[in-house]
């Protein structure tokens, strides 16, 4: 059974940092581009980052660039998003989300093209 679970959300200072992980099991890793989406209350869900199966090609949301960084270590069937320098507008819910795909080097934001979530961690920052 194909299963992504997210860790790693909590409340934060503004400034400070996070490291949240997917953890993946039930299917072969790194055949799958893996994405990670937001959704805020009372907002659409919004692509965060993305990464390909070749871990080349990725993808960041302009809000995001240059604070976040995503990567995947498939030896664990694990990716990694590393938030730092959090805004109050970076509280949501987090979600990972993978696909198969027969093309190494794609990535996309496009959260439709995606066929497997997780559950979602909590990420809030607040002073």
């Known amino acids: 059974q194909l299963q992504l679970v997210e860790s790693g959300g909590g409340l934060v200072q503004p400034g400070e940092s996070l490291n949240l992980s997917c953890a993946a099991s039930?299917?072969?890793?790194?055949?799958?581009?893996i994405g990670w989406f937001r959704q805020a209350p009372g907002k659409e869900r919004e692509g965060v980052s993305c990464?390909?199966?070749?871990?080349?090609?990725?993808n960041y949301a302009d809000s995001v660039k240059g604070r976040f960084t995503i990567f995947r270590d498939n030896a664990k069937n694990t990716v990694y998003l590393q938030m730092n320098s959090l805004k109050p507008e970076d509280t949501a819910v987090y979600y990972c989300?993978?696909?198969?795909?027969?093309?190494?080097?794609?990535?996309?934001?496009?959260?439709?093209?995606?066929?497997?979530w997780g559950q979602g961690t909590q990420v809030t920052v607040s002073s």
């Open positions: 990464i390909s199966r070749s871990g080349n090609r990725i």
């Open positions: 989300a993978a696909v198969s795909t027969g093309n190494y080097y794609y990535s996309s934001l496009v959260a439709y093209e995606y066929d497997y």
């Open positions: 039930g299917f072969t890793f790194d055949y799958y581009r």
